[in-house]
Structures are given as C-alpha cells and as structure tokens.
C-alpha cells in the first residue's frame, strides 16, 4: 500500500479518487492548472499543488510537471484517471524510470 498518492486528473474523477484514498488513509496530492486553482479537488485533498498554464498542454499534459510534482510531494505513486495522460506510453516509462508508480497500465501494455 502507498502512503501517498498523486492525482493526475481534475475534476469530479479526482475528487472520488481523493475520497477513497481518505477511506484508506493514503495522503492525496492534487495538481492544477492556474483555472483550476479554486477548483473542489484542489480544496479536498491533502496537498495541492500548482503546475501552472491555463490550458492542459500547459499543466496537465506536462509530463516534467507531473514527475516534479509527485517528487516535491513524496508521492509514490500516480493514479492519472481517465483522459489525459492514463494511456501515455511517455508517461508510464517516465514515471517507471523516476521509480513512482503508475496506477494503470505499464509502458510495456500501453506500447
């Protein structure tokens, strides 16, 4: 079990993930764009933090965002939901070689 676990995705998605990790004990880390910053998964969970830009290709999608997020924030694992980057072949092998789980698929199943 991980003791703290990066939310990759916004929204309702990563608010049902912020609950169930709260029921298991699991420290959440939510990550947000400049227009989410006042969003409700920003204010649930655990720690927030911010990746900057407006638009997804400027914080969501920034795979170097992500990883320093999860870095700076302890977590050991990254939970990307749906969308975005949860069937990236670039971020499961990035997120494999910086040692952080990726809570899906592997690179090797994605690719």
Not at 15 to 23: D, E, M, S, V, Y
Not at 49 to 68: E, F, P, Q, T, V
């Amino acid at each position: 079990m991980f003791s703290t676990v990066l939310i990759a995705n916004r929204g309702e998605i990563a608010c049902r993930a912020i609950r169930t990790l709260k029921r298991l004990g699991v420290k959440s880390v939510a990550v947000y764009s400049d227009a989410d910053r006042n969003a409700r998964h920003v204010k649930e969970a655990d720690v927030a933090i911010a990746l900057g830009g407006d638009k997804a290709a400027d914080s969501y999608l920034r795979i170097d965002k992500i990883l320093a997020a999860a870095s700076v924030s302890g977590a050991e694992a990254i939970w990307p939901g749906y969308g975005f980057l949860s069937e990236s072949l670039p971020f499961a092998a990035a997120c494999e070689a910086a040692g952080i789980a990726f809570v899906g698929p592997t690179a090797q199943q994605i690719g």
